[in-house]
C-alpha cells in the first residue's frame, strides 16, 4: 500500500514539475539595437537535471552553461564565442518572457535583451 502511495505521489509531482515555467526550448531573441527596427536570432536551451546548459545562441554552440532555480528565478548563465572572443550571456525567465544581457569584452560591449517563445510549426 505504501508503494502505490508513493508512486501515486511521485506521478503527481512529475506532472507539476512538467507544468512549471522553463528556459528549456527555442526562443526569439530581439536584438534591435533602435526603436522601429526588427533584428532577431535564435536561441536554444536545454537545461539538464545535471545544472548543465547547451544549446545554440547567435548561431554559435554553447561552449559552457549553468542553470539555477533559486530566490524565485530560474536563470541560466553560458558562454557562446564568435572565433575570436568570449559572448558571456546571462539570461532568466521573467513573465514567460527570457530576459538577458549579453556582454562581450573584447567587442567593447554589453547587450540588454528580451525574447519570446519561438511558435511551434
Known sequence: ?????????????????AAEPTLDGDWVVDLSAEPGQTYTQPMTLTLASDRSVTGRFYQSDIEAGRWKDDRGRLCASFRTSDGVGPYHTAVCLIDGKAVGQTWAEHRGFLFNWIATRAETP
Open 1 to 17: 500500500m505504501r508503494l502505490l502511495a508513493c508512486l501515486a505521489l511521485l506521478s503527481c509531482a512529475a506532472v507539476v514539475s
